[in-house]
């Protein structure tokens, strides 16, 4: 007995020595002899340690205030920012994607409109009542990325990405690329949210005012399967996945995102769809250059669509309206330095590698697809990304096995618009 | 058997003996447990938006929900072939580690290393061998169908999933039953032995009977772990293609949280409960009776 | 030995070693990719590295903080392996040789939760001890460890209580008779008898503990008190895995478990033998 008893006497003693570092909480959110407190939380885990840079960077400028930077893992079941609320902390600044705002997070943030940033960009994300709330952090765009060694020997020559403007030119340059001897030019990745999130919500840009077209949805005004951009859209999809280009082509669903990029990275094929991260991809393989191709919706070379590259805000910081008054000022103070300190421009664009949202900021990212963005957002040939228009976490879930079933062929056109208009109708 | 006199002694043995962890117990599962379901009643889009009591209209849409029951007829599918391949598979792994061969440790060892891997990593280990390895021997060997593949084929993922959670799952069962095999003594089977009986007669007759304990874990784990299977799932298919592989967790997942349907969710997690208890609870009653019998 | 046993014996092995291959391919791939580059490992996984540089794994012992990270893992498997064998052998113990109502409606109860979706009762846990009661903040550590027995003791209960059955009750009479209270009878002749069994329990439970995400994804919080399967998740980006350093990550989190696993054989295997004897 004696023995037990010491063996449990032992154990406690390691719990205690364990409780020993936690019990000096350090009153996080309030404000202790006039600093603030701030907790600022980072959806984007691969800049984990850029952001905790970061955030020591901005607290040796502002002594006042301490920031904990906090970053989320991919793929966590309850967001950080739902975890960290639940269990009794306030989040100050929360990083999140744009249509959160209008959505999930409608009643999160505050009115951000009176920020001087404003001046130095047009990406202010705009909440359910139309005042700026979202600091845009990141803008990223998707098209078709091409790899341009392939493509260049393929048309003898240099090459201009906005000189395919049509639907037959794409085709056209599909057969040169395969005549070039590159046996499937497209390595087609159908992930849920590219094929959803990404690809399918390209026809809501057919407006000046993406929202006009989700509201005709809502209404259930918008008839999808005669709408001409929607259908065009897809006309281009099944030429891309369609056996005689799509590596892929006889079983075009799999998990080949990673197989894509190390196609078009070496070469082996031309051409996948895919945003500016897909750098990260490609550039394991080989030190090839890369670019963008609009994905063209028909044949009118003169339709803005076939000519623009689609590209916004992906990411967004939102102040909790619930922090103190102490404490969403300091975390205004950290938008200011993202922004205007020198530091700040330089953590966002030299050391993340993420496209700034703002004029001032002269730095340049040396990711080639990310600086193809800049370039398209400085020559103003770009759409809005329209994925930040729809409540990306139901196209994900809900609308992408269907769109799935479409690319497999086991679900028709006509059944896919009534499955979206069916989930629009749903939404009211 | 035991029999103290007096109550006060009684309940002082009981506390003695069980408190600690009925208190813990309770602490993480029975607390949380009533309080969950106690929100299936409420309305709650995320875990932070304000109760409202919503009666069982949570419950009406998870029974309407038709992806649910797809999914749940899925995961019974998925049971039923992984509880009996898995208990098949490591039950002839442990009778062969101890049959008498020479590093019997060594392989022991070896083979329950699957282990050591949590469920997420191995998922995407294995993704490299369904995506990657066969097609590539698809290629060299000429074979066609496995030029692709298997994970874009709604039949081929099934059996992809099916396939790790054995091979991840028959080591640990096997641990099982070696402890239950080393316990069977030694003297009742020199005695079959001098009767003359054969290898496979003393398999049946005596081997098998003494297992039942053994049996009864590995089922209800092998039972439990098919029809909660989140991880593999997960990072192995991600439930596709066209969400023809997303199994009941992975869907409660979906709902609660990738949807924002937090109070159907909840309440569709508490549906699967109801149903894999009953499922259980029959499975050890009819096994702990056998085990009494044998 | 006659010919037929020889030739069943000959198929053991054959069998063995078929699934031997088939169960340790995984670990040879990690181990192969551990010192590749993304670009080596996207392209042919297979492939043997051009060269054993260490850089990675510096790398991510860095990135990890993996002195920290370590010591919390094993500080947290350690007391709580220890506390779900003691405990929980008790409860079987106890509910075994008294079967009255209560206990057999507790085990009952046991059983049943251990069919509990976590994913259904994760969100009332944080929000219990975090916004409630503020456990989370003040003593994480301590309040995880509790949590691993509570959701541990079920299993683990289960398991006793099917060996507890299987020892005679004679040798505790005797132990009692000679005067022994039943706390030093248990502690003296039943735990002793049940070492193989406790033996599998603590290397099931080392094993969940150890690799185990979810849980301590939602009780802590600040990076001083991460495990090990958190700070891997660093590695995860939002589309793809940074594999040349995941695997190393993996690698370094599984090799302790995998040393300890090789070590602990002699005992393990004089604890299932001591259990034989009887």
């Given at each position: 007995m004696k023995k037990t008893i010491g063996l449990f006497l032992a154990s406690m003693m390691v719990i205690s020595l364990t409780a020993c570092g936690s019990?000096?909480?350090?009153?996080?959110?309030t404000a202790a002899n006039g600093k603030v407190s701030i907790i600022i939380t980072n959806?984007?885990?691969?800049?984990a340690s850029q952001w905790e840079q970061a955030a020591k960077d901005f607290m040796a400028a502002n002594p006042d205030i301490t920031v904990e930077a906090v970053s989320g893992a991919v793929g966590?079941?309850?967001n950080l920012v739902d975890k960290l609320t639940a269990s009794g902390?306030?989040?100050?600044m929360a990083m999140m994607s744009p249509d959160s705002i209008t959505?999930?997070?409608?009643?999160f943030g505050i009115d951000l409109?009176?920020?001087?940033?404003?001046?130095?960009?047009?990406y202010g994300v705009k909440d359910a009542n139309g005042?700026?709330?979202?600091?845009?952090f990141s803008i990223e765009g998707f098209g078709l990325v091409y790899n341009k060694k392939v493509v260049e020997k393929a048309v003898g020559g240099d090459f201009d990405?906005?000189?395919?403007?049509?639907r037959d030119k794409l085709k056209e340059l599909l057969d040169k690329i395969q005549v070039s001897?590159?046996?499937?030019p497209v390595a087609y990745q159908t992930e849920n949210w590219s094929v959803a999130n990404h690809y399918s919500t390209?026809?809501?840009?057919?407006?000046?005012?993406?929202n006009t077209i989700v509201d005709q949805l809502k209404a259930g005004t918008l008839d999808l399967a005669s709408n001409d951009v929607w259908n065009g859209y897809y006309d281009t999809l099944d030429l891309l996945v369609s056996a005689q280009y799509n590596?892929?082509?006889?079983?075009?669903?799999?998990?080949y995102y990673d197989d894509a990029h190390v196609s078009v990275g070496k070469g082996e094929s031309a051409l996948l769809f895919n945003g500016n991260w897909a750098y990260d991809s490609l550039q394991a393989v080989s030190g090839e250059e890369f670019g963008f191709l609009p994905v063209p919706v028909?044949?009118?070379?003169?339709n803005p669509l076939n000519n623009k590259i689609a590209a916004g805000p992906t990411n967004v910081l939102v102040i909790n309206n619930a922090a103190t008054v102490e404490q969403q000022e300091a975390a205004k103070k950290f938008l200011d330095w993202l922004v205007y300190d020198q530091k700040g421009q330089d953590f966002l664009?030299?050391?993340?590698?993420i496209i700034s949202a703002?004029?001032?900021?002269?730095n340049k990212v040396t990711n080639p697809l990310g600086a193809a963005i800049a370039e398209a957002v400085q020559a103003d040939k770009t759409l809005p990304?329209?994925?930040?228009?729809?409540k990306v976490e139901d196209w994900g879930s809900i609308l992408a096995p269907d769109i799935q079933k479409y690319i497999a062929q086991k679900e028709s056109r006509a059944e896919l618009a009534k499955v979206i208009e069916a989930y629009y109708k749903g939404q009211n | 058997m035991i029999s103290e006199k007096s109550f006060l002694k009684r309940l002082g043995s009981q506390l003695f003996f069980t408190g600690p962890t009925i208190l813990l117990f309770a602490i993480a599962v029975l607390v949380p447990f009533v309080y969950g379901l106690y929100l299936t009643f409420t309305n709650m889009s995320s875990p932070l938006s304000p109760l409202e009591f919503a009666g069982l209209s949570n419950y009406r849409t998870a029974f309407a929900d038709s992806r649910f029951w797809d999914s749940l007829i899925l995961t019974v599918k998925f049971v039923v072939a992984t509880v009996i391949l898995i208990n098949i598979l490591g039950f002839v792994l442990a009778y062969l580690v101890t049959?008498?061969?020479?590093l019997q440790n060594f392989f022991r060892t070896s083979l329950f290393?699957?282990?050591?891997?949590g469920g997420l990593v191995l998922g995407y280990i294995w993704q490299f061998i369904f995506v990657q390895t066969l097609p590539s021997i698809g290629e060299k060997l000429g074979i066609e169908w496995l030029r692709?593949?298997?994970?874009?084929?709604e039949h081929l993922a099934f059996w992809a999933i099916v396939i790790v959670s054995i091979w991840q799952s028959a080591g640990y069962m096997m641990i099982i039953f070696v402890a239950g095999l080393v316990n069977v003594p030694k003297d009742v089977m020199e005695a079959a032995t001098i009767d003359g009986a054969n290898g496979w007669h003393k398999l049946r007759k005596v081997t098998l009977p003494l297992m039942v304990p053994s049996f009864v874990v590995t089922v209800f784990l092998t039972l439990k772990n098919a029809f909660m299977v989140y991880d593999i799932n997960y990072s192995l298919t991600g439930g596709g293609p066209y969400d023809s592989t997303t199994m009941v967790s992975m869907q409660v997942v979906k709902k609660a949280f990738i949807e924002n349907n937090y109070g159907v969710g909840q309440a569709e997690a508490f549906i699967l409960f109801a149903i894999v208890a009953l499922i259980t609870g029959l499975q050890v009653y009819f096994s702990k009776k056998m085990e009494v019998a044998a | 030995m006659n010919a037929r046993k020889k030739a069943s014996l000959l198929l053991s092995y054959l069998l063995l070693t078929v699934f031997f291959i088939l169960f340790v391919f995984p670990f040879f791939l990690m181990i192969v990719n551990s010192f590749k580059t993304n670009g080596q490992i996207l392209e042919n996984p297979f492939s043997l590295p051009a060269s054993l540089s260490f850089g990675h794994f510096s790398q991510v012992i860095e990135q990890m903080n993996f002195f920290v990270s370590f010591r919390n893992t094993v500080v947290i498997t350690f007391v709580s392996v220890l506390f779900i064998g003691i405990f929980s052998a008790m409860t079987a113990y106890y509910m075994v040789r008294r079967a009255d109502k209560f206990n057999n409606g507790l085990f009952a109860l046991m059983v049943a939760s251990m069919?509990?979706?976590?994913q259904s009762i994760m969100i009332p846990l944080i929000y219990i001890y975090?916004?409630?009661?503020?456990w989370i903040d003040a003593a994480p550590i301590p309040l995880l460890i509790v949590l691993y027995i509570g959701f541990g003791s079920a299993l683990s209960v289960f398991m006793y209580h099917g060996f507890v059955?299987?020892?005679?009750?004679e040798l505790e009479e005797a132990s009692l008779l000679d005067g022994c209270t039943r706390p030093q009878t248990f502690f003296r002749i039943v735990l002793p008898m049940l070492s193989p069994t406790s033996v599998t329990i603590a290397i099931l439970n080392v094993l969940w503990i150890w690799n185990d995400y979810l849980l301590p994804s939602l009780v802590l919080t600040e990076d001083r008190y991460f495990t090990m399967p958190i700070k891997m998740?660093?590695?995860?980006?939002?589309?793809?895995?940074?594999w040349e350093l995941l695997i190393p990550a993996l690698l370094l989190t599984i090799l302790p478990i995998l040393i300890a696993y090789l070590f602990g054989q002699r005992f393990i295997i004089r604890g299932v033998s001591q259990g034989a004897i009887k």
């Open positions: 019990s000096k909480n350090e009153g996080s959110n959806g984007k885990g691969e800049i966590e079941t309850i902390k306030t989040v100050t959505n999930k997070y409608k009643d409109s009176a920020e001087k940033w404003n001046e130095e960009t047009v005042v700026i709330a979202g600091f845009p990405p906005f000189s395919i403007n049509t001897g590159v046996k499937y390209q026809f809501i840009n057919q407006a000046e005012d993406p590596k892929y082509g006889e079983r075009p669903l799999g998990k028909d044949n009118n070379p003169d664009v030299n050391q993340a590698q703002f004029k001032n900021n002269s990304f329209s994925s930040n228009f729809v | 049959s008498g061969v020479k290393t699957p282990n050591l891997i692709l593949g298997w994970l874009g084929d | 069919i509990i979706p976590f975090g916004a409630k009661l503020h059955k299987s020892i005679p009750y998740k660093v590695f995860n980006g939002t589309y793809m895995n940074d």
